[in-house]
Protein backbone atom coordinates (compact mmCIF):
# COMPACT_ATOMS: atom_id res chain seq x y z
CA UNK A 1 0.00 0.00 0.00
CA UNK A 2 0.98 4.04 -1.27
CA UNK A 3 2.37 5.60 2.00
CA UNK A 4 -0.21 8.58 2.67
CA UNK A 5 1.36 12.68 2.38
CA UNK A 6 -0.55 15.64 2.35
CA UNK A 7 0.76 19.01 0.55
CA UNK A 8 0.09 22.46 2.17
CA UNK A 9 -0.68 24.25 -1.18
CA UNK A 10 -1.62 27.51 -0.11
CA UNK A 11 -1.58 29.31 3.52
CA UNK A 12 -2.69 32.35 4.43
CA UNK A 13 -4.28 33.20 7.93
CA UNK A 14 -7.43 33.28 7.30
CA UNK A 15 -7.47 30.57 4.17
CA UNK A 16 -5.47 27.21 3.85
CA UNK A 17 -5.64 24.26 0.64
CA UNK A 18 -4.11 20.83 1.65
CA UNK A 19 -3.57 17.85 -0.62
CA UNK A 20 -3.96 14.51 0.73
CA UNK A 21 -2.55 12.03 -0.69
CA UNK A 22 -3.70 8.18 -0.22
CA UNK A 23 -5.70 8.89 2.43
CA UNK A 24 -9.39 8.03 2.81
CA UNK A 25 -12.27 10.89 1.47
CA UNK A 26 -14.17 9.60 4.35
CA UNK A 27 -11.13 11.11 7.16
CA UNK A 28 -10.53 14.34 5.12
CA UNK A 29 -14.40 14.90 5.21
CA UNK A 30 -13.94 14.24 8.74
CA UNK A 31 -11.56 16.65 9.27
CA UNK A 32 -13.75 19.20 6.93
CA UNK A 33 -17.32 18.51 9.30
CA UNK A 34 -15.03 18.93 12.68
CA UNK A 35 -13.63 22.28 11.29
CA UNK A 36 -16.76 23.84 10.89
CA UNK A 37 -19.04 22.08 14.07
CA UNK A 38 -16.33 20.89 16.94
CA UNK A 39 -13.41 23.59 16.84
CA UNK A 40 -14.61 25.87 19.44
CA UNK A 41 -14.77 30.03 19.36
CA UNK A 42 -15.11 32.91 21.85
CA UNK A 43 -18.25 35.04 20.53
CA UNK A 44 -21.19 37.18 22.61
CA UNK A 45 -23.59 34.75 24.19
CA UNK A 46 -24.87 37.11 27.03
CA UNK A 47 -26.01 41.00 26.58
CA UNK A 48 -26.95 42.92 29.62
CA UNK A 49 -28.64 46.18 28.35
CA UNK A 50 -28.10 49.09 30.27
CA UNK A 51 -29.65 51.95 27.96
CA UNK A 52 -30.75 51.72 24.30
CA UNK A 53 -33.23 54.50 22.82
CA UNK A 54 -32.51 53.54 19.59
CA UNK A 55 -34.61 52.01 16.82
CA UNK A 56 -33.47 48.80 16.84
CA UNK A 57 -34.56 46.21 19.74
CA UNK A 58 -32.32 44.56 22.57
CA UNK A 59 -32.97 41.27 21.33
CA UNK A 60 -31.71 42.36 17.20
CA UNK A 61 -29.06 44.46 18.52
CA UNK A 62 -27.66 41.20 20.94
CA UNK A 63 -28.42 39.32 17.96
CA UNK A 64 -26.03 41.29 15.81
CA UNK A 65 -23.58 41.10 18.32
CA UNK A 66 -23.38 37.48 18.43
CA UNK A 67 -22.56 37.65 14.81
CA UNK A 68 -19.13 39.69 15.06
CA UNK A 69 -16.28 37.21 14.67
CA UNK A 70 -13.44 37.48 17.77
CA UNK A 71 -10.52 36.84 17.75
CA UNK A 72 -9.77 34.08 20.33
CA UNK A 73 -7.06 32.49 21.98
CA UNK A 74 -8.19 29.13 22.60
CA UNK A 75 -5.15 28.39 25.20
CA UNK A 76 -6.49 30.86 27.45
CA UNK A 77 -10.13 30.17 28.28
CA UNK A 78 -12.01 26.81 29.26
CA UNK A 79 -15.85 25.81 28.61
CA UNK A 80 -17.86 27.84 30.70
CA UNK A 81 -19.74 24.25 31.15
CA UNK A 82 -16.08 22.40 32.83
CA UNK A 83 -15.39 26.13 34.78
CA UNK A 84 -15.82 25.41 38.66
CA UNK A 85 -16.96 29.17 39.19
CA UNK A 86 -20.70 28.48 39.61
CA UNK A 87 -21.24 32.16 38.13
CA UNK A 88 -24.23 33.24 35.40
CA UNK A 89 -21.99 35.26 33.64
CA UNK A 90 -18.83 33.17 34.53
CA UNK A 91 -15.25 34.20 35.34
CA UNK A 92 -11.83 35.47 33.91
CA UNK A 93 -11.05 31.81 33.16
CA UNK A 94 -14.21 31.24 30.90
CA UNK A 95 -15.94 34.01 29.74
CA UNK A 96 -14.76 37.68 28.29
CA UNK A 97 -16.56 40.97 29.12
CA UNK A 98 -16.98 43.42 26.11
CA UNK A 99 -18.47 47.16 26.73
CA UNK A 100 -20.15 50.04 24.56
CA UNK A 101 -21.30 53.03 25.66
CA UNK A 102 -21.95 55.16 22.41
CA UNK A 103 -24.08 58.40 21.91
CA UNK A 104 -24.53 60.42 19.45
CA UNK A 105 -24.95 64.32 20.23
CA UNK A 106 -25.65 66.51 17.08
CA UNK A 107 -25.53 64.16 13.72
CA UNK A 108 -26.30 61.08 12.91
CA UNK A 109 -23.55 58.08 13.10
CA UNK A 110 -22.62 54.43 12.64
CA UNK A 111 -21.73 52.30 15.63
CA UNK A 112 -18.70 49.89 14.93
CA UNK A 113 -16.90 47.01 16.49
CA UNK A 114 -14.04 48.78 17.56
CA UNK A 115 -16.33 50.91 19.77
CA UNK A 116 -16.56 47.03 22.01
CA UNK A 117 -14.07 47.54 25.01
CA UNK A 118 -12.77 44.23 25.83
CA UNK A 119 -11.48 43.03 29.46
CA UNK A 120 -9.53 40.30 27.78
CA UNK A 121 -5.66 41.28 25.31
CA UNK A 122 -6.82 37.71 24.06
CA UNK A 123 -10.15 38.05 22.69
CA UNK A 124 -11.44 41.46 20.43
CA UNK A 125 -13.33 42.30 17.40
CA UNK A 126 -11.68 40.73 14.53
CA UNK A 127 -12.23 43.67 12.51
CA UNK A 128 -13.17 47.37 13.86
CA UNK A 129 -15.04 48.38 10.58
CA UNK A 130 -18.09 45.90 11.88
CA UNK A 131 -21.40 48.47 12.02
CA UNK A 132 -23.72 47.06 15.11
CA UNK A 133 -26.28 50.22 15.03
CA UNK A 134 -26.90 53.61 13.43
CA UNK A 135 -27.82 56.09 16.00
CA UNK A 136 -29.82 59.32 15.43
CA UNK A 137 -28.71 62.73 17.16
CA UNK A 138 -29.77 61.93 21.36
CA UNK A 139 -29.97 58.37 20.65
CA UNK A 140 -27.63 56.25 23.13
CA UNK A 141 -26.60 52.57 23.23
CA UNK A 142 -25.21 51.03 26.57
CA UNK A 143 -24.77 47.13 27.40
CA UNK A 144 -22.40 44.50 29.02
CA UNK A 145 -21.36 41.35 26.56
CA UNK A 146 -20.14 38.24 27.42
CA UNK A 147 -18.55 36.19 25.30
CA UNK A 148 -17.51 32.52 25.74
CA UNK A 149 -16.27 29.33 24.11
CA UNK A 150 -18.48 27.75 21.94
CA UNK A 151 -18.78 25.09 18.90
CA UNK A 152 -21.00 25.67 15.75
CA UNK A 153 -22.65 22.31 16.56
CA UNK A 154 -24.39 24.23 19.18
CA UNK A 155 -24.98 27.54 17.24
CA UNK A 156 -23.96 28.48 13.75
CA UNK A 157 -22.55 31.93 15.79
CA UNK A 158 -19.71 29.83 16.87
CA UNK A 159 -18.46 28.33 13.96
CA UNK A 160 -14.54 29.21 12.68
CA UNK A 161 -15.00 28.67 9.19
CA UNK A 162 -16.91 30.61 6.18
CA UNK A 163 -15.67 27.93 3.69
CA UNK A 164 -14.74 24.55 4.09
CA UNK A 165 -14.70 22.25 1.24
CA UNK A 166 -13.54 19.32 0.39
CA UNK A 167 -12.99 18.52 -3.88
CA UNK A 168 -11.10 15.62 -5.83
CA UNK A 169 -7.25 16.34 -6.55
CA UNK A 170 -6.32 15.97 -10.23
CA UNK A 171 -5.26 12.17 -9.46
CA UNK A 172 -8.12 9.15 -7.84
CA UNK A 173 -6.19 8.96 -4.89
CA UNK A 174 -6.06 13.06 -3.64
CA UNK A 175 -8.13 14.61 -1.93
CA UNK A 176 -8.16 18.61 -1.35
CA UNK A 177 -9.30 20.46 1.72
CA UNK A 178 -9.83 24.13 1.45
CA UNK A 179 -10.83 25.70 4.36
CA UNK A 180 -11.43 29.59 5.03
CA UNK A 181 -12.14 31.23 8.79
CA UNK A 182 -14.26 33.89 9.55
CA UNK A 183 -11.03 35.40 11.71
CA UNK A 184 -11.67 34.06 14.83
CA UNK A 185 -9.32 31.64 14.66
CA UNK A 186 -6.36 30.86 11.61
CA UNK A 187 -7.12 28.58 9.38
CA UNK A 188 -4.20 26.52 10.56
CA UNK A 189 -5.54 26.86 13.96
CA UNK A 190 -8.43 25.36 12.45
CA UNK A 191 -6.90 22.76 10.76
CA UNK A 192 -5.04 21.89 14.00
CA UNK A 193 -7.46 21.92 16.06
CA UNK A 194 -9.72 19.49 14.41
CA UNK A 195 -6.85 16.90 13.71
CA UNK A 196 -6.27 17.23 17.86
CA UNK A 197 -10.37 16.57 17.76
CA UNK A 198 -10.23 13.52 15.60
CA UNK A 199 -7.43 12.04 17.23
CA UNK A 200 -8.83 12.13 20.52
CA UNK A 201 -11.72 10.58 19.38
CA UNK A 202 -10.06 7.60 18.10
CA UNK A 203 -8.10 7.04 20.97
CA UNK A 204 -11.50 7.26 22.84
CA UNK A 205 -13.10 4.70 20.52
CA UNK A 206 -9.50 2.62 21.05
CA UNK A 207 -9.96 2.87 24.63
CA UNK A 208 -13.81 1.66 24.88
CA UNK A 209 -13.16 -1.50 22.14
CA UNK A 210 -10.11 -2.09 24.73
CA UNK A 211 -12.55 -2.16 27.80
CA UNK A 212 -15.61 -4.20 25.69
CA UNK A 213 -12.94 -6.84 25.22
CA UNK A 214 -11.48 -6.89 28.68
CA UNK A 215 -15.12 -7.78 29.65
CA UNK A 216 -16.37 -10.13 27.71
CA UNK A 217 -15.69 -13.69 29.32
CA UNK A 218 -13.52 -16.41 27.85
CA UNK A 219 -15.24 -18.51 24.89
CA UNK A 220 -16.07 -22.08 26.87
Request: charged letters at 25%; one cysteine or more; glycine letters at 4%.
Amino acid sequence: MSSFSLDVMEKTDQKIIVKFKNVPRQYVNSIRRISISEVPTCTIDDVVMLENSSVMHDEAIAHRLGLIPLRTELNKFIFSSDCDCNNTLGCTKCRVLLILNAESIDKTRVVTSGELISDSEYVKPVSNEIPIIVLAPGQKLKFEAYARLGIGKDHAKWQPTSVAVVKDGENSDESILILETTGALSAEEVLKSALNIINKKLDDFGKLIKSLESSVPPAR
